[in-house]
């Protein structure tokens, strides 16, 4: 009995500490009329808020210093949006089609419950600057090279830069394809959303599994 107990508690245990939060964003092309709609789903226990240099506990240079997540990992349960409009990219992505999200919020720390365009930061309120200075929401795919040490919008700044098939980040808070150049417009957070596609943390994986083997043990010895 008291195996069993053991058991229900870890397994509570990593029920009562993940908390999900589905953001759900919209970027637009103000040009031709091409729109990205959709959400994320982050583990917010996991996030770092605030980012930017002056982050607490955090050194400066480092991957969460800047608000970088990597896919696949235990922060990005969940990604879905679909574009219309578009002259060459029309059609739904998600989680397989990307290896790196970015929310940086450049120093200020984000209401999740609220439109997060607009609330403040260091510098410029988030998402209505597009140099950095108001922090950025973005998406890499996997085929983008990003300069090792380097602005990931240093070309496209330049104007060298451009999209390709697979919506990518070519500047702040903005999606770029072949034919569009589309900046976020809305981003709005809901937390204690279960994800539509639930991912397991390590710790989780390494918790049931000792569970599972508590269990076996158990019958063993009763056998």
């Known amino acids: 009995m008291k195996i069993f107990t053991v058991c229900f508690l870890l397994i509570g245990v990593v029920g009562v500490n993940a908390a999900p939060i ?7 092309d ?3 009329g091409a729109r990205a709609e959709g959400y994320i789903v982050f583990e917010e226990t996991l996030m770092v808020n605030p980012t930017g240099s002056n ?20 922060e990005v349960l969940d990604l879905a949006f679909t574009v219309t409009g578009s002259q060459t990219s029309n059609g739904t992505y998600g989680l397989d089609d990307y290896e790196e999200v970015i929310l940086f919020t450049n120093g200020g720390t984000l209401n999740f419950n609220a439109e997060l365009i607009g609330q403040p930061t260091n510098d410029s309120p988030w998402g209505t600057v597009y140099d950095g200075s108001a922090g950025d929401f973005n998406l890499f795919s996997n085929d983008l090279i990003i300069p090792p040490q380097g602005n990931r919008y240093a070309e496209d700044i330049q104007g060298e830069g451009e999209g390709g098939f697979i919506p990518n980040g070519c500047n702040y808070f903005e999606l770029c394809t072949a034919a569009d150049n589309m900046i976020l417009v809305s981003m709005r957070g809901t937390p204690s959303v279960v994800p539509s596609v639930p991912a397991t943390s390590s710790m989780s ?10 269990v076996g043990f158990w019958f063993f010895r009763k056998s």
């Open 30 to 32: 103000p040009n031709n």
């Open 205 to 214: 994986i390494l918790i049931l599994s000792l569970s599972s083997l508590l």
């Open 22 to 28: 589905r953001f759900d964003f919209v970027f637009e």
């Open 55 to 74: 982050t607490p506990d955090l050194p400066e240079g480092t991957v969460e210093e800047d608000g970088s997540y990597l896919i696949p990992g235990p």
